[in-house]
C-alpha cells in the first residue's frame, strides 16, 4: 500500500523559507511516476505548486517559481519542498501528491494527509 | 479566481443522479483529454475518483462517471448517497502558462 507523509514546521515567520518534507512508503520514488506538491489555502481551492520526476524533469507553477526549489532523495525515498520568502499568502495545507505518467504526466492519485503551515511572526 | 469554472454547490436526495460541470477552454479541457476529478471530505485529502476524462482508479465506485464535450467537462454520481457529501474539484492539463489548472470546487448535499 503506497503512503505519503508530510512533514516540517506548522509555523514560519514571513520573509523566511518553508521546507516540508515528504516520505514515500510501499513504493520507489525512483519507478515510473512524478510526484508533486499542491496547497489549499483555508477555506479555498487547490493549487498546484510543482511536479518532478526522480531523474531531474521538473515542471513549475509559474506564479511560484522563482520561489520554490523541489528534490527527490532516492536512498530516503522521499521529496522535499522548499519556498522561500514567504508572506501571509502561503499559509495553507500543503499535500505532496504521486502523479501518475502516461503519455505523460496526468493525474495525481495518491496524496499525503496534508500538513498546515501558517506564515505569521 | 479558479482557471476551471465549477458551480459552488449541487444538491440531491438520496438515489438520485446529479452532474457537476467544469468549464474550461481550447487550452486547457477542450484540448486535452488530461481531466480528472478529485473528492474531498472536510479536514481530509482529495481522493482521486477520475482520470483522463472518464477513467474510474481501481477502487473507485462505478456509480461515478466522467465525460466531456467541447470545452467542458462532467462528472456524474448516480445513486446518490450520503457518503457521497463533500468538495469536488475538477483538474486538467493546460497548454498555457501554468500546466496543471483546478476548478474552484463544488459543494455536493445530500438531501
Known amino acids: 500500500q503506497v503512503q505519503l507523509q508530510e512533514s516540517g514546521p506548522g509555523l514560519v515567520k514571513p520573509s523566511e523559507t518553508l521546507s516540508l518534507t515528504c516520505a514515500v512508503s510501499?513504493?520507489?520514488?525512483?519507478?515510473?511516476?512524478?510526484w508533486g506538491w499542491i496547497r489549499q489555502s483555508p477555506g479555498k481551492g487547490l493549487e498546484w505548486i510543482v511536479s518532478?520526476?526522480?531523474?531531474?524533469?521538473?515542471y513549475y507553477n509559474p506564479s511560484l517559481k522563482s520561489r520554490v526549489t523541489i528534490s527527490i532523495d532516492t536512498s530516503k525515498n522521499q521529496l522535499s519542498l522548499r519556498l522561500s520568502s514567504v508572506t501571509a499568502a502561503d499559509t495553507a495545507v500543503y499535500y505532496c501528491a504521486r502523479q501518475i505518467l502516461l503519455t505523460a504526466p496526468d493525474a495525481f492519485d495518491i496524496w499525503g494527509q496534508g500538513t498546515v503551515v501558517t506564515v505569521s511572526s | 479566481q479558479s482557471a476551471l469554472t465549477q458551480p459552488a454547490s449541487v444538491s440531491g436526495s438520496p438515489g438520485q443522479s446529479l452532474t457537476i460541470s467544469c468549464t474550461g477552454t481550447?487550452?486547457?479541457?477542450?484540448?486535452?483529454?488530461?481531466v480528472s476529478w478529485y473528492q474531498q471530505h472536510p479536514g481530509k485529502a482529495p481522493k482521486l475518483m477520475i482520470y483522463d476524462v472518464s477513467n474510474r482508479p481501481s477502487g473507485v465506485s462505478n456509480r461515478f462517471s466522467g465525460s466531456k464535450s467541447g470545452n467542458t467537462a462532467s462528472l456524474t454520481i448516480s445513486g446518490l448517497q450520503a457518503e457521497d457529501e463533500g468538495d469536488y474539484y475538477c483538474s486538467s492539463y493546460t497548454d498555457s502558462v501554468t500546466f496543471w489548472v483546478f476548478g474552484g470546487g463544488t459543494k455536493v448535499t445530500v438531501l
Open positions: 481550447s487550452s486547457d479541457v477542450g484540448g486535452y483529454n488530461y
Open positions: 510501499g513504493h520507489s520514488i525512483s519507478s515510473g511516476y512524478y
Open positions: 518532478m520526476y526522480h531523474s531531474g524533469n521538473t
